[in-house]
């Protein structure tokens, strides 16, 4: 691997014209993303390869600043959705960024079809997401205990593939993009209770950063909630 960055560059070099004016910043960028491409071939997973090539990752030392500006961004641009209870915005210890989608806003009932009324919602998220190219991106989905649990757990895979599919048509890489339904499992609220039942209803987003020395991090399965009671 020592040997393959030289031997890149060089050829890098060779591809921008001397008298091109703009040699310097395209040399740049593609030492940046050979240089980002080794990295992500050290990662365990091979989609990691084409994330590191993409985007490389975060230094560990402005991870921080890096997610403060991103959560700023969905603040500012979900204000309205935030307003009317439609999504929650959370900061979690990891530094990743948590955000709550309420399926009643998101989807019809029983069905994993986007609603029409909440595309310009995501449409938003999707713009800020390819802003900010090294994270990667959990979409989980949840349901109530209403029925067969198996049923469930189909609607809540169906209904995060939904999502991420959806931002894949809006420029989202996919290689950035993870779906998981965890049906009925990890309940918010008490599912004896129309609101409570509500609340356990939802499509969850974790926006993780790939931070340098850590990268596999960011491709792990995001934990579940604290328990409600």
Request: charged content about 30%; proline content about 3%.
């Amino acid at each position: 691997m020592q040997k393959v960055l030289p031997l890149a560059v060089a050829i890098a070099l060779a591809g921008c014209a001397a008298d091109d004016p703009n040699r310097r910043a395209k040399t740049g960028a593609a030492i940046g993303a050979i240089a980002g491409a080794v990295l992500g071939h050290q990662i365990n997973d091979e989609k990691g390869a084409v994330i590191g090539g993409v985007a490389g990752a975060v230094a560990g030392g402005v991870v921080g600043n890096y997610m403060d500006k991103q959560q700023q961004e969905f603040e500012s641009a979900l204000a309205e959705e935030q307003r009317q209870h439609e999504i929650e915005i959370q900061r979690m210890e990891d530094e990743s960024l948590k955000i709550d989608i309420a399926s009643e806003v998101s989807f019809d009932f029983d069905s994993a079809e986007l609603k029409p009324s909440f595309r310009p919602t995501l449409d938003k998220v999707a713009d800020i997401l390819q802003r900010y190219e090294r994270t990667v991106v959990h979409v989980v989905g949840h349901t109530d205990s209403v029925g067969a649990e198996e049923y469930n757990q189909r609607l809540s895979e169906r209904r995060a593939r939904s999502v991420t599919e959806y931002f894949a048509s809006r420029g989202v890489l996919r290689e950035r993009l993870r779906a998981e339904g965890r049906g009925e499992r990890e309940p918010r609220a008490t599912n004896d209770t129309a609101a409570g039942r509500q609340l356990n209803r939802r499509v969850e987003l974790y926006v993780k950063p790939i931070v340098e020395g850590r990268e596999q991090e960011a491709y792990e399965a995001p934990a579940g909630p604290s328990s409600w009671q």
